[in-house]
């Protein structure tokens, strides 16, 4: 293992990685440190070539020490898929996205889980606990149950009921909280101090950043080891852009891509927009959004821990932060699945109506290589789709159609 030590981003206070740590004495999160001179020595981009298609194919960029405590489900390199159609229609000639939702739970939270459920119990942690909006919680008792983990998940009673099915099928403890994921989230704090569990929420723990981050490797390696111009990224807790960011920098001081940066862009609901109100008063950090409510309900934090890394991220990539409305978030979901056969969850919808009001605006210029983060499928969001077919009785002929 190539970790040298976990770093606080707000104090630059430094932590041994070989005990327990939550957050920095400060209050911040922490981010994992590589000596990266030395992984440049032993891991090159012909090495990884040859590779299982796996994210642990990123091993020496990963903090876990033994391939005994690797807990996996075969999750990483998820395909870049073009979209010729919707681009062209909306000025993009080089669109794409990548599809997070083919991940074991559907969602990209199992980057986070395979890498934090394996470093947790490489440091002896046998019950998590953690608050969820659903996806991470589904995520988490998935990995932890394939690893002989406890977890205890807490979740806003309106989160998606297939979250609550499959954190009940891994055998997960779940509770549900009237309120949002931050009154859950005060629950889960109460219960680790009295009951000594370790706490798994979002950037209260240094590993789920590093299971993201893969998702920039990735991207960055399908790209040939190149960046691509625009990233659009559906923003909640942030974790994904501030790992993203973290890969960029890392494959920059290993010197295997230039000092070019991909802008990164923060894309929220109207609903729940407190990255990107901060971002537009030219704030560091965000303020507390009050009646969060979006379909997109993977996005629905009011207020984020690492929101100043996020500001952060987008700011030093020369990126901004776009907020879009439901109703444009349903729309481009509907045209990724019936214009390209792509059915993403709504968050990662969010990025395509994101991209087409900037690409109108001139932000994105049409040659542009552009990537859209699908973070998940929309099978995980049956509601979301209004779906009312005629009903026909035995007898009933079909009436003719013509061609596409
Ligand atoms: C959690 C989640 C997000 C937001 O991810 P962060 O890294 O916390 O910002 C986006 N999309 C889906 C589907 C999610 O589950
Ligand atoms: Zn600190």
Same mark, same amino acid.
């Given at each position: 293992?190539?970790?040298?030590?976990?770093?606080?981003?707000?104090?630059?206070?430094?932590?041994?990685? !070989? &005990?327990?740590r939550q957050?920095?004495?400060?209050?911040?999160?922490?981010?994992?440190?590589?000596a990266l001179?030395?992984?440049?020595?032993?891991?090159?981009?012909?090495?990884?070539?040859?590779?299982?298609?796996?994210?642990?194919?990123?091993?020496?960029?990963l903090?876990?020490?033994?391939?005994?405590?690797?807990?996996?489900l075969g999750?990483?390199?998820?395909?870049?898929?073009?979209?010729?159609?919707?681009?062209?229609?909306?000025g993009?000639?080089?669109?794409?996205?990548?599809?997070e939702?083919?991940?074991?739970?559907?969602?990209?939270?199992?980057?986070?889980?395979?890498?934090g459920?394996?470093r947790?119990?490489?440091l002896?942690?046998?019950?998590? &606990?953690?608050p969820?909006n659903?996806?991470?919680?589904?995520?988490?008792?998935?990995?932890?149950?394939?690893?002989?983990?406890k977890?205890?998940i807490?979740?806003?009673?309106?989160?998606?009921?297939?979250?609550?099915?499959?954190?009940?099928? &891994?055998g997960?403890?779940?509770?549900?909280v009237?309120?949002l994921i931050?009154?859950?989230?005060?629950?889960?704090?109460?219960?680790?101090s !009295?009951?000594?569990?370790?706490?798994?929420s979002?950037?209260?723990?240094p590993?789920?950043?590093?299971?993201k981050?893969?998702?920039?490797?990735?991207?960055?390696e399908?790209?040939?080891?190149?960046?691509?111009?625009?990233?659009?990224?559906?923003?909640?807790? +942030?974790?994904?852009?501030?790992?993203?960011?973290?890969?960029?920098r890392?494959?920059?001081?290993?010197?295997w891509?230039g000092?070019?940066?991909?802008?990164?862009?923060?894309?929220?609901?109207?609903?729940?927009?407190?990255?990107?109100?901060?971002?537009? =008063?030219?704030?560091? !950090?965000s303020e507390?959004?009050?009646d969060?409510?979006?379909?997109?309900? +993977?996005?629905?934090?009011?207020?984020?821990?690492?929101?100043?890394?996020?500001?952060?991220?987008?700011?030093?990539?020369?990126?901004?932060?776009?907020?879009?409305?439901?109703? !444009?978030?349903?729309?481009?979901?509907?045209?990724?699945?019936?214009?390209?056969?792509l059915?993403?969850c709504?968050?990662?919808a =969010?990025?395509?109506?994101?991209a087409?009001?900037? &690409?109108?605006?001139?932000?994105?210029?049409?040659?542009e290589?552009?990537?859209?983060?699908?973070?998940?499928?929309?099978?995980?969001?049956?509601?979301?789709?209004?779906?009312?077919?005629?009903?026909?009785?035995?007898e009933?002929s079909?009436?003719?159609?013509?061609a596409?």
């Open positions: 293992m190539y970790v040298s030590h976990l770093a606080c981003p707000k104090c630059d206070a430094t932590f041994d990685a !070989e &005990a327990r957050v920095c004495t400060c209050g911040s999160p922490l981010l994992v440190r590589y001179d030395q992984v440049a020595d032993v891991l090159s981009p012909g090495v990884l070539a040859g590779r299982p298609s796996t994210l642990w194919r990123y091993r020496e960029l903090p876990v020490r033994e391939t005994a405590n690797i807990v996996t999750e990483g390199m998820t395909p870049i898929l073009p979209l010729g159609k919707i681009g062209a229609a909306n993009m000639t080089h669109l794409s996205l990548k599809n939702g083919l991940l074991p739970t559907g969602t990209f939270k199992d980057r986070g889980a395979a890498v459920v394996s947790a119990r490489e002896g942690i046998d019950i998590l &606990a953690m969820t659903g996806n991470a919680g589904g995520a988490w008792a998935t990995y932890c149950a394939r690893g002989g983990m977890a205890v807490v979740m806003p009673m309106d989160a998606p009921v297939i979250n609550q099915k499959e954190i009940t099928a &891994a997960a403890h779940l509770f549900l009237e309120g931050s009154d859950a989230g005060r629950i889960v704090a109460r219960a680790v !009295e009951h000594g569990w370790f706490d798994a979002t950037l209260k723990e590993y789920r950043i590093e299971g981050k893969t998702m920039g490797l990735e991207l960055i399908q790209f040939g080891w190149k960046v691509p111009d625009v990233i659009l990224y559906p923003t909640g807790g +942030g974790v994904g852009i501030i790992g993203i960011y973290k890969a960029v890392e494959l920059q001081q290993m010197g891509i000092e070019r940066m991909p802008r990164l862009v923060a894309v929220q609901s109207t609903g729940c927009a407190p990255i990107v109100q901060a971002w537009e =008063a030219g704030r560091e !950090e507390y959004w009050p969060a409510a979006t379909v997109a309900f +993977g996005i629905t934090v009011p207020k984020a821990l690492g929101d100043f890394l996020v500001l952060e991220a987008v700011r030093a990539t020369g990126g901004c932060a776009v907020a879009v409305t439901d109703a !444009e978030i349903l729309d481009a979901q509907q045209r990724l699945a019936s214009m390209e056969g059915f993403v709504p968050e990662g =969010a990025t395509l109506a994101a087409v009001r900037l &690409a109108e605006a001139g932000w994105i210029q049409p040659e290589h552009v990537v859209l983060l699908n973070t998940g499928t929309g099978l995980k969001y049956p509601e979301t789709v209004d779906s009312r077919p005629p009903c026909l009785s035995p009933d079909l009436p003719p159609l013509s596409p």
